[in-house]
């Protein structure tokens, strides 16, 4: 799966009602297969995804990295993000607390 039939994924998954009270943006990159990243703002219920220059500067508050394959098996719910950030298949870079409100965001639970 590319990065930005990921992103398609995540759009269709993006539960406002999880988002009502967060203001936060985070950078998204996704290595491997299709490779890119995407500055993703959330604001009060809202979702937007902008494909971003990695070589820039990054305004995000929270930077997560991960493979397109492993990011592929978060999403078919074949590995949760909570193991695949214990065991480092998942970087995460600013305030893990951010990062951590994403799952019930984009995902069931």
Not at 78 to 101: C, D, H, N, Q, Y
């Amino acid at each position: 799966m590319s990065a930005e039939e990921t992103i398609a994924v995540l759009k269709k998954r993006f539960r406002p009602e999880a988002a009502k009270n967060l203001c936060a943006t985070y950078l998204i990159n996704i290595k491997g297969d299709g490779a890119a990243a995407y500055l993703t703002k959330i604001s009060d219920g809202t979702c937007e995804f902008v494909e971003h220059s990695t070589s820039g500067y990054s305004p995000a508050d929270c930077q997560i990295t991960i493979d397109s394959d492993d990011l592929h098996q978060i999403i078919s719910g074949r590995m949760s993000a909570m193991t695949a950030a214990l065991s480092g298949v998942l970087a995460i870079e600013g305030e893990l607390g951010l990062a951590m409100k994403l799952v019930p965001i984009f995902f069931e639970g």
